[in-house]
């Protein structure tokens, strides 16, 4: 059960599949008691979310000046 469990929270962090992936997976390998499964799927998606809000403008000036045209001049 511990391991569906985890199985359940990782499948709720992927920014595509998210809830719509993590929940029918707990129900489909019978991941007992359901509740608990959609509570840790919910948490699961919410990890990610201080990560990204954190570190987005940084990754997005950092690919902007990365593969800008006049990076391409000086290297």
């Keep these: 059960m511990f391991k569906k469990m985890i199985l359940v929270g990782l499948i709720s962090m992927v920014p595509i599949i998210e809830l719509r992936g993590a929940i029918p997976y707990a129900v489909l390998w ?35 000046i990365a593969f800008s045209p006049a990076w391409a001049v000086f290297w």
């Design 30 to 64: 019978d991941a007992q008691p359901l509740w608990l499964a959609i509570l840790i799927a919910v948490i699961g998606n919410m990890i990610p979310v201080p990560f990204i809000y954190l570190f987005a403008r940084k990754i997005l000036v950092w690919r902007s």
